[in-house]
């Protein structure tokens, strides 16, 4: 049982990283194309949430 629940957590380390690099990916696009600062902080407070309930499922 702790073999199986070793493997979940590095799944879920895994998919955290793999989210991580693409959150990272769409904010570069996303700074690329918006100059906008209420848009970029808009986007922020997105990525900020999604990992505070990423985290909080964790």
Do not use: W, Y
């Not at 799944?11 to 990283?17: A, P, V, Y």
């Amino acid at each position: 049982m702790s073999i199986s629940s070793g493997s979940k957590f590095s799944n879920f380390k895994l998919f955290f990283i793999v989210l991580r690099l693409k959150l990272n990916a769409t904010l570069k696009i996303f700074s690329k194309f918006s100059k906008d600062v209420f848009g970029k902080l808009f986007f922020l407070g997105v990525i900020f949430i999604i990992e505070d309930t990423t985290l909080g499922f964790g």
